[in-house]
């Protein structure tokens, strides 16, 4: 047996060893399953992860041309003006509504507080 480097083997050391594939007879290059990459199959192809090579990653939103929704440029400054007033009217709105809990709150009765007798009055 011949000292082949790694990844080598067969008498001449031309024979890759594919770790997840098979050698092709005729051109002596690894053929990988799933998606692992030559020359030896050993890892993944980019873009690809996972035990077998099998996953993909989600496809993220990398620019704005990727996202779903597309908006008009001339509506961009509208939309942003109404979510903006928005956000003061319902900022409005709670001010107001803790003004009348405050405004309607009621003393607590004398009979609460006063817990003995006032002492009586001499003339």
């Known amino acids: 047996m011949a000292n082949c480097p790694p990844h080598w083997t067969g008498a001449a050391c031309d ?7 098979r050698a092709n007879p005729a051109t002596k290059l690894c053929n990988c399953y799933n998606y692992y990459s030559p020359p030896f199959c050993i ?3 980019p873009g ?4 077998s090579c099998d996953r993909q990653p ?12 597309r908006i008009p440029p001339f509506l961009v400054k509208p939309m942003l003006f109404a979510i903006a007033l928005l956000f003061v009217v319902l900022i409005l709105f709670l001010v ?3 003004r009348i809990y405050i405004r309607n709150r009621r003393p607590p009765r004398y009979d609460d507080i006063a817990k003995d007798l006032p002492p009586p009055y001499s003339s």
């Open 15 to 21: 024979w890759p060893i594919c770790v997840h594939g």
């Open 43 to 45: 890892s993944c192809l």
């Open 96 to 98: 107001y509504r803790v």
């Open 48 to 51: 690809y992860w996972g035990e």
């Open 58 to 69: 989600l496809k993220g939103v990398t620019s704005a041309s990727d996202f779903p929704i």
